[in-house]
């Protein structure tokens, strides 16, 4: 609740929200004041969405109030948006504006070039309609920053974000501190870097926090000792977790105002979340000194080049992150050391004992009629741990979010998000040396993702991991490696943060704002004529349109099969179009990098 100095700009009391027999929120009260920062998180269906549209006035309560400021304007991202069905993204996101009053205002111009590539008219005209999920998203994120509010709900904003994005989008909230937030989201570096408070949604209560969410580690660790839970308990995954923040860079750390002592007491004598040492000795048992080697490789499709002169050596227990912006080649990377894409040129190298497991964008087939559990234990009924430790199948899934009425459901009763965390599960339960995930943290909530990262401390193996959750990505990966979209392949010792500054370097080039002076600008001739630098810009925009438009596209077949989860045939079917989608992805991508490498080698 607000306190007396805070002003309170809406607040509800006592509210509860049922759907059906189904309890969300039991008499709930809570206050947002002018200026808060508040982060809701909480397990998937535990009512996080709900309590958002609650406090927004977009659902009613069954019982209690929400009351607000007669003068308190408020804006909601949900997870759905709508538009009238002629909406150009003009007259969605800036409405009635007339053009000179937007155009001059700076704020209002970053905002459409960080989300929406720009605000030239060929982009602005476009029908909501015609948009790809990914780019309605960013639309609608766009309306609501624009708008003049008190407080913003957001509810998953960071959804079709990329990293850099998401780091604006963090920085641009920051620069307005008058406006309230409240957001939903399992990206925790957003929650770190964003809030100020945490709300937990559980057991249809809303538990309140002070600080961001290594605070709120840290708080609950406190509250669960000072509530006297047994030692067995104290020491789960989340003591490791926040004596790994602990252990963090110092940011993560100062936001917190409430005593620590006792939470530092719980964590003085933790080791590490990983033996790197004892990790290392394992994998080169396991591996022999080969993995994977690249040498002089050139990565690409036909005569069309992704990535040149890459050497690369990975090693036995390297736990590797890769970065870069979406369509250039990430994938590609990865399915070029699997063996999967034919170099067009140069040598891979693997290692004799090499035994990858491999988490990819594509749904494997299973037997939908097959329990969870059941599809489990077809791999294995054990995994080995090392130092004599072993997980059954069913505590492998309970881990990984499937409890005991779960682990029983059948596989064709699953969501897109709950199939990918199967595949998971059995790609674990073959136990792999070389562990391979294309964007493995897809609907996961807070809690399985702080679970599936206590998995990985203990994998005795190589990790090969493509993600755009900057958290996981730090908290799992000690190194990191970029596709910059340029065919080069770069070695990040900087971690994310260099990846995003050379990536602000690139965009300043390209947008012709480097800070070079201005003499060296005015000596910079371009040897492309102005129609073709026009012209290869509305490709580039084609290019990232076609693939954000194949991106909705492949989450919508995700969907149908969840349908149609009954009719074999059927899923059989969409399983096929969903690998041909892929391809199409991935020749698309390099006509989008072609484009790109023209552009950027048109300055001299």
């Keep these: 609740m607000a306190s007396p100095q805070q002003v309170n700009l809406l607040s509800c009391e006592n509210v509860s929200k049922a759907f059906g027999e189904r309890p969300l929120l039991r008499d709930v009260s809570l206050g947002v004041s002018k200026g808060e920062r508040i982060g809701v998180v909480g397990r998937n269906g535990a009512g996080k969405s709900t309590l958002l549209r609650v406090l927004a006035g977009a659902e009613p309560p069954n019982s209690g109030r929400v009351t607000r400021g007669a003068s308190v304007v408020v804006g909601e991202l949900d997870q759905v948006g709508t538009s009238a069905e002629h909406a150009t993204i003009r007259s969605h996101v800036l409405g009635d504006r007339d053009e000179h009053d937007w155009a001059g205002d700076s704020a209002v111009r970053e905002i459409l070039t960080a989300l929406l590539g720009g605000f030239q008219s060929e982009q602005l005209d476009r029908r909501i309609s015609d948009l790809s999920g990914g780019e309605r998203r960013r639309a609608y994120l766009a309306e609501q920053l624009i708008r003049e509010v008190d407080v913003l709900f957001l509810d998953e904003p960071t959804n079709h974000l990329d990293v850099e994005i998401i780091a604006w989008l963090a920085a641009h909230l920051k620069g307005r501190p008058k406006i309230a937030i409240v957001t939903v989201t399992h990206d925790r570096w957003f929650l770190d870097e964003v809030c100020d408070h945490m709300w937990e949604v559980v057991g249809g209560n809303v538990e309140e926090y002070v600080g961001g969410y290594s605070a709120y580690v840290l708080a609950k660790a406190e509250r669960m000792r000072q509530d006297a839970v047994s030692e067995a308990r104290r020491q789960n995954l989340m003591r490791k977790e926040l004596a790994w923040l602990r252990r963090g860079p110092p940011a993560r750390t100062t936001k917190p105002q409430f005593r620590i002592d006792a939470a530092n007491e719980l964590i003085a004598a933790e080791p590490p979340p990983r033996n790197a040492v004892e990790l290392l000795e394992f994998a080169s048992a396991r591996l022999g000194k080969t993995v994977f080697e690249l040498h002089d490789a050139k990565i690409g499709f036909d005569t069309r080049t992704l990535i040149d002169h890459i050497t690369w050596n990975i090693a036995p227990g390297a ?45 494997a087939d299973l037997d939908l009629s097959k329990s969870v559990i059941d599809t489990v234990s077809e791999v294995a009924n054990y995994i080995e741990l090392g130092k004599g430790k072993q997980l059954s199948a069913s505590q492998v899934c309970q881990r990984l979010g499937f409890d005991h009425d779960g682990q029983f459901t059948r596989v ?23 562990l391979v995930l294309d964007e493995p943290t897809n609907d996961f909530d807070v809690e399985t993702l702080a679970a599936l990262e206590d998995l990985l401390d203990g994998f005795p193996g190589t990790l090969l991991i493509i993600s755009h959750d900057r958290y996981f990505l730090e908290r799992v990966c000690d190194n990191f490696v970029a596709v ?15 990846y995003l500054e050379f990536r602000r370097n690139m965009l300043s080039v390209a947008s012709g704002k480097s800070d070079v002076n201005v003499e060296q600008e005015s000596g910079r001739k371009s040897i492309l004529t102005p129609a073709r630098e026009r012209e290869l810009r509305k490709l580039a925009d084609k290019w990232e349109r076609q693939l954000s438009k194949l991106d909705a596209q492949i989450i919508g077949i995700h969907d149908q099969m969840l349908e149609f989860t009954s009719d074999f045939e059927r899923v059989a079917q969409l399983d096929q179009d969903l690998r041909a989608l892929n391809e199409k992805k991935e020749k698309i991508e390099v006509q989008w990098l072609e484009t790109a490498d023209e552009l950027s080698g048109g300055l001299s």
């Design 484 to 498: 910059m979209g340029d065919r080069a392949f770069t070695d990040l010792p900087g971690g994310i943060e260099q």
């Design 319 to 363: 736990r590797i992150g890769i970065l870069g912006p979406n369509g250039a080649g990430k994938t590609s990377v990865l399915r070029s050391i699997l063996g999967e894409l034919p170099l067009l040129a140069g040598k891979r190298v693997e290692g004799v004992t090499a035994k990858p497991g491999v988490l990819s964008q594509n749904l």
């Design 412 to 434: 064709g009763e699953l969501s897109g998000g709950e199939r990918r965390r199967l595949e998971l599960t059995r790609i674990l339960m073959s136990e792999p040396n070389i």
